[in-house]
């Protein structure tokens, strides 16, 4: 185990090479094509495969949206990758991404071994390691580090990525709370954050758009036929047959796929979206548009704060907010926002709530996000359309218990969240205190490691963080600031990345712990509250590649190791000798004398120690309720594998036929058994049969025809004024404007604010980056798939053609972009008339840095290179679309 990996130097087949050598290691039939006269040859060969082959559901980890699929398998090697026909949310359906998830297991890039860095960081030298080595290289540090930091819990740093957070994070969870550290980080802030608190904070929930029932959809932004193409996607278009949506807006700033299937297409400035919301508020109030009967009612039964609203919008600072006003900001013309607003209204009336203002996921644009989407959810449930058929909906779950493990004590001396604890006055007022901020947690670590390192005098709320974990999450792509990113990890003591490949982030890291592909392993079973609610079972397909293991082994591994010292740590640091009347020995270690059950030695501590009043005041320390010793055992979140919490849940929440149908087809519902037992599934192929009519219809429908909960189930019962459209809490709350450095403050209504409103100086040929999703590239690991490559291998930057013209560029020109503070990447050019001449756009997903990636490395354009650390200076996420940038042609 002691050769060296250069991972910067390491001769990778380049290109199409590499892609070739993927598909020889893949060895799909699929992508054979023999001889014409050996095509019968081939059938049969394939038919006896089939037959033979093993057919086991799992869940897509390619995107964070877990469609359900079945991984054919011969032999102990994947084959093909299918959609599961009674998984809910994907309806017997996937997208390129998952079809491309057979190039992530076998690819010749893949780490499966435990790797340690021999190197700089960022420099890619690592030596192989066996596991234990690797685990205790890791427990080491960390008990040194808790030591130092005297108990302080919160100096480690634990991350999860999108894609494993949505079934594995509980594992990880598991680990987290044992080891008690208040910094966990998630992409919330770099996601999904302003649009998930302005809902949740007006209607207590995130919600979800129940398309299917849509009548109205006025979409502002949500590139949903590029950005995720699943079937409620595909829902979003459906106008044929009589059912689906009336009529579908759509407002952005790009001529998009979306634009092109939407019934209205409105262009619209960028970051501007919220004065267009609060100008639409302002004609429905104005007009008396949420005074109709059906909506009069609901507003009567169900919203808060209408009185408050009215006042604002007619009296108050809102008054100002019309059209006219909104027109000069947004460039959309008055009499459009007035006739969207009619539009939108009627629909609403008409079909009783059945219209949806849509908000995107992925929502952290521009510095006035969370404003903009708190005016995006008044004007929702201002015309009636929250928690109804066709609406918004809440979501409503089925009996579940999670994986996460509760016992965990809470520990004294972890500090809270340092994104959190160093906020400085009256910045980012509504920080979420959970969830926290990757910008804010970056910037702060990066500070305060800073000074503690040059052995300056940290502040009482500061403290070093120094070490970072990170399971499939790599914050060098996806959050903005590359470099600072790097710095930050520059500054601690030790870094894990727990991944299939040598990401940006894991060339940064000591440690690298070879991940499973979600094909090679079983995941927590996980209940989903969406409109047809259900609980997925990933099961594993085939055994891991190499040395690689699942994250359950890692985490349990790894308590192991610690838990012991960790609880001794803690005892040494809450020990108060004039309690108890005693001193502890010098180099006392509680670690010794613990039982695997986490139970004091008390024979073992008497040989050791003679003083029997010591004896007794440690025993009695050990067991005060403050600090219950035997709740400090890590390892028992882990006694349960993940295949015995899955199988024991299933079958005492629901009994052992409908455990045994989830395992057998990866996917429980209430009523599934009549659909297993219909006669339209085979169940070796986990598939619908051949001779089944109409499967795509069927795919649609299977839920609603064999489910036995009730038609109306999704909507959630509820009594009283439960939305809120006045946050009286957030009035005179203070933050700093970060394009004037002055304070501002926020009202209990939205508001549009100018001074936070940065517009490119186009005569000087700057232009605005906005970044978005693309069908075949969402995540970061994805820039090296030869699959996906195959159909998109760059990721071109969008210019307005007149632009390109005035600078002499062409399609695939290399330019030049330099941001305001002096960030420079090189990029290839697509001159188009779909984009704004304010504007430029970049794909994100392209353009890693790490050479380990060998088909990704340097390949487009990165999104984290580019874009300025710019934050909403009121939630604290990631506004990733207010960089500018002079582009010059090279
Ligand atoms: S949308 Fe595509 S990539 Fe995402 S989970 Fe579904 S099939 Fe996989």
Not at 814 to 841: C, H, M, N, W
């Amino acid at each position: 185990m002691s050769e060296i990996v250069d991972l910067k130097r390491r001769s990778f087949l380049k290109g199409s090479a590499a892609a070739a050598a993927g598909a020889a290691v893949v060895s799909t039939s699929a992508f054979a094509f023999g001889p014409y006269e050996e095509a019968a040859n081939e059938k049969e060969k394939k038919e006896k495969e089939i037959k033979n082959a093993k057919f086991t559901p799992n869940v897509c980890g390619m995107c964070v949206n877990m469609c359900g699929v079945i991984v054919r398998s011969v032999d102990g090697k994947v084959k093909k990758i299918d959609p599961n026909p009674l998984y809910p949310k994907s309806r017997n359906f996937m997208c390129a991404r998952g079809n491309a998830g057979i190039a992530e297991e076998y690819d010749p890039d893949r780490i499966t071994t435990p790797l340690i860095r021999v190197g700089k960081r960022g420099e890619g030298k690592f030596r192989k390691a066996s596991w234990d080595e690797a685990f205790d290289y890791i427990a080491k540090k960390m008990v040194k580090i808790l030591d130092e930091e005297k108990d302080n819990r919160s100096t480690f740093l634990f991350g999860v990525g999108a894609t494993s957070g949505t079934v594995d994070e509980p594992v990880v969870m598991n680990l987290v709370n044992g080891i008690g550290t208040a910094n966990f980080i998630d992409h919330f802030s770099t996601c999904f954050a302003p649009s998930f608190m302005a809902n949740a904070l007006t209607f207590g929930s995130w919600g979800q758009a129940d398309f299917r029932n849509t009548k109205y959809l006025l979409n502002l932004g949500a590139n949903r036929a590029e950005g995720i193409v699943t079937p409620d996607t595909m829902d979003m278009f459906k106008r044929t047959h009589k059912r689906g949506i009336e009529k579908i807006v759509y407002i952005d700033v790009r001529y998009t796929n979306t634009a092109a299937q939407a019934d209205e297409f409105i262009p619209i400035k960028p970051g501007t979206d919220g004065a267009l919301m609060l100008a639409m508020i302002h004609e429905t109030i104005n007009k008396g548009y949420h005074k109709t009967p059906y909506k009069a009612d609901y507003i009567a039964k169900y919203v808060d704060g209408i009185e408050e609203l009215e006042e604002f919008f007619t009296k108050g600072e809102g008054a100002k907010y019309t059209p006219e006003w909104a027109e000069k900001i947004t460039e959309i013309p008055a009499s459009t926002i007035r006739r969207l607003t009619k539009e939108f209204s009627d629909a609403a009336e008409k079909y009783k709530g059945a219209a949806n203002c849509y908000r995107s996921r992925k929502s952290t644009w521009y510095y006035q996000d969370f404003e903009f989407r708190r005016a995006q959810a008044i004007f929702n449930a201002i015309h009636g359309c929250v928690n109804r058929p066709g609406g918004i909906i809440l979501g409503r779950g089925l009996k579940f218990e999670s994986y996460e493990y509760e016992d965990f004590p809470v520990y004294d001396n972890p500090k809270p969240r340092i994104d959190i604890a160093c906020l400085k006055p009256n910045t980012y007022p509504l920080a979420n205190p959970q969830k926290g901020s990757w910008p804010i947690i970056r910037d702060t670590i990066l500070e305060v490691n800073t000074k503690w390192r040059k052995g300056e005098k940290l502040a009482d709320n500061e403290y070093p963080v120094r070490a970072a974990f990170h399971y499939k999450q790599n914050p060098l792509q996806s959050v903005p600031d590359y470099e600072k990113t790097a710095k930050m990890y520059e500054t601690m003591d030790l870094v894990v990345v727990i991944d299939i490949q040598a990401t940006d982030t894991a060339l940064y890291a000591d440690v690298i712990l070879p991940d499973t592909v979600y094909v090679e392993r079983e995941s927590p079973i996980k209940m989903f509250n969406t409109i047809e609610p259900y609980i997925t079972w990933r099961s594993k397909a085939v055994e891991p590649r190499g040395y690689a293991q699942d994250v359950y082994f890692m985490c349990k591994e790894l308590a192991k190791r610690i838990e012991k010292p960790f609880a001794a740590i803690t005892f040494k640091y809450t020990w108060d000798a004039d309690d108890l009347g005693a001193e502890l020995p010098k180099d006392f270690d509680l670690a010794k004398y613990l039982t695997d059950d986490f139970e004091v030695d008390e024979e073992k501590l008497k040989a050791d120690i003679k003083d029997e009043k010591l004896v007794k005041a440690i025993l009695q320390h050990a067991s005060e309720d403050d600090l219950d010793i035997g709740t400090y055992k890590i390892t028992a979140a882990f006694e349960k594998t993940v295949e015995e919490y899955n199988e024991e849940t299933m079958k005492e929440l629901y009994g052992e036929e409908a455990a045994k149908i989830a395992k057998e087809w990866g996917v429980y519902w209430p009523g599934i058994e009549n659909a297993v037992k219909s006669d339209l599934l085979d169940e070796h192929l986990k598939a619908f049969k051949k001779e089944t009519p109409d499967k795509n219809e069927l795919a649609e429908t299977i839920y609603q025809k064999f489910t036995t909960l009730p038609k109306d189930y999704y909507i959630v019962p509820k009594k009283g004024k439960y939305i809120k459209l006045a946050q009286k809490t957030f009035e005179g709350k203070k933050f700093t404007n970060p394009i004037t450095g002055k304070l501002e403050t926020m009202h209990r209504f939205p508001l549009w604010r100018d001074s936070l409103y940065k517009a490119p100086n186009t005569e000087e040929g700057e232009v605005r980056v906005v970044v978005g999703r693309h069908a075949y590239f969402t995540q970061s690991f994805h820039p090296n798939n030869y699959l996906l490559l195959d159909l998109m291998n760059y990721n071109y930057l969008w210019i307005n053609d007149e632009l390109a013209k005035k600078l002499g560029l062409r399609f695939k020109d290399e330019v030049e972009l330099t941001s305001e503070q002096g960030k420079k990447v090189i990029a290839k050019v697509y001159p188009t008339k779909r984009i704004r001449k304010d504007t430029a756009f970049i794909a994100t997903g392209f353009g890693a840095q790490s050479p380990m990636m060998t088909l990704g490395y340097k390949n487009g354009i990165s999104q984290a290179m580019i874009c300025e650390n710019t934050i909403d200076p009121i939630i604290g996420s990631a506004s990733m679309n207010e960089t500018l940038v002079k582009i010059r042609k090279v």
